[in-house]
């Protein structure tokens, strides 16, 4: 595989390699974050260094279907250690869903200082490189951050009949039997979620998986990427795009594909998802 400088990137400085990051473990302006969907893998072994950082009860808001607050961002960072200059490097299981999903919601809050480490946990796994149980602790900051900005990369229900009206391009990254309704959750797992099965009218069906190299699940060339999302499904780099799945988690690897790598301009990222516009009353689908 190409350096990810030499893989016609957009912005390939929102990536980097495992063998960076093994360079940069003690840089102390750089803070490694794991997030997987397994809350469990972190405890068993991680980087050295890397701090945990879990979807459902550090990103969530606990009472309401939404994502902390200002005041709870702000408590997250200082509590990791980071403040707004240092560069945060996410990782995680699941080819980087929870990782991407992660970077997304940091910049709600405009956290710029944001990497992927490209192939995640397993690809550091299988490279037989350094793991630790040990957990670390870094000094309490105090972090100063915006107010959450939901307009620039995120969409809601309304905002996506208002995009079916105008028929405007929605992407449903889920599999294609999540898609045509055979089932209402990812293969391998128990099938729950939604009340009905289908998909977003108009929407177009492009696994979040073909984004990655199946072999290392590293991220594949822009030429690449190009050739799934523009040639094969059409999508323009000017072009306004929602994209969905079932929570938001392999929409927010898909937004970061389309935003950070090929430079589309105006995708956001539709995390009611299935499990919402499923449930809704009177919404439409088609299967």
Same mark, same amino acid.
């Given at each position: 595989?190409?350096? $990810?400088? @030499?893989?016609?990137? /957009?912005?390939?400085?929102?990536?980097?390699?495992?063998?960076?990051?093994?360079?940069?473990?003690?840089?102390?302006? $750089?803070?490694i974050?794991?997030?997987?969907?397994?809350?469990?893998?972190?405890? *068993?072994?991680?980087?050295?260094?890397?701090?945990? #950082?879990?979807?459902?009860?550090?990103?969530? @808001?606990?009472?309401?279907?939404?994502?902390?607050?200002?005041? %709870?961002?702000? *408590?997250? &960072?200082?509590?990791?250690? #980071?403040?707004?200059?240092?560069?945060? !490097?996410?990782?995680?299981?699941?080819?980087?869903?929870?990782?991407?999903?992660?970077?997304?919601?940091?910049?709600?809050?405009?956290? =710029?200082?944001?990497?992927? &480490?490209?192939?995640?946990?397993?690809?550091?796994?299988?490279?037989?490189?350094?793991?630790?149980r040990e /957990?670390?602790?870094?000094?309490?900051?105090?972090?100063?951050?915006?107010?959450?900005?939901?307009?620039?990369?995120?969409?809601?229900?309304?905002?996506v009949?208002?995009? $079916?009206?105008?028929?405007?391009?929605?992407?449903?990254?889920?599999?294609? @039997?999540?898609?045509?309704g055979?089932?209402?959750?990812?293969?391998?797992?128990?099938?729950?979620?939604?009340?009905?099965g289908?998909?977003?009218? %108009?929407?177009?069906n492009?696994?979040?998986?073909?984004? /990655?190299?199946?072999?290392?699940?590293?991220?594949?060339?822009?030429?690449?990427?190009?050739d799934?999302?523009?040639?094969?499904?059409?999508?323009?780099?000017?072009?306004? !795009?929602?994209?969905?799945?079932?929570?938001?988690?392999?929409?927010?690897?898909?937004w970061?594909?389309?935003?950070?790598?090929?430079?589309? =301009?105006?995708?956001?990222?539709?995390? %009611?998802?299935?499990?919402?516009?499923?449930?809704? #009353?009177? /919404?439409?689908?088609?299967k």
């Open positions: 595989m190409a350096d $990810i400088k @030499d893989r016609g990137y /957009v912005n390939p400085e929102v990536l980097v390699s495992t063998d960076w990051v093994a360079e940069h473990l003690k840089d102390q302006n $750089i803070r974050i794991e997030s997987n969907e397994d809350q469990l893998l972190y405890s *068993s072994g991680h980087i050295p260094g890397a701090v945990h #950082v879990d979807w459902t009860t550090d990103l969530n @808001d606990q009472i309401r279907r939404d994502y902390l607050d200002r005041k %709870g961002f702000q *408590s997250l &960072m200082s509590r990791i250690g #980071v403040i707004p200059d240092t560069t945060v !490097i996410f990782y995680g299981d699941k080819n980087n869903w929870w990782a991407c999903y992660a970077f997304w919601v940091f910049q709600l809050f405009g956290h =710029k200082n944001a990497k992927i &480490m490209d192939g995640g946990r397993i690809k550091w796994i299988n490279e037989n490189r350094e793991m630790t /957990v670390p602790g870094y000094p309490q900051t105090k972090y100063n951050a915006q107010e959450r900005d939901d307009k620039k990369i995120r969409a809601f229900r309304n905002q009949l208002k995009h $079916i009206e105008k028929k405007l391009p929605l992407v449903d990254v889920r599999s294609n @039997d999540e898609y045509t055979k089932r209402l959750h990812m293969p391998e797992y128990p099938n729950e979620g939604a009340l009905r289908g998909h977003i009218p %108009g929407a177009k492009i696994p979040w998986a073909k984004a /990655v190299n199946p072999d290392d699940g590293t991220f594949k060339t822009a030429e690449e990427l190009r799934i999302y523009e040639k094969e499904n059409k999508l323009k780099p000017d072009d306004n !795009i929602i994209a969905y799945c079932r929570i938001g988690e392999r929409s927010s690897h898909t970061f594909v389309l935003t950070n790598l090929l430079g589309h =301009k105006n995708v956001r990222n539709y995390d %009611g998802s299935w499990t919402e516009w499923g449930n809704l #009353v009177g /919404v439409p689908i088609e």
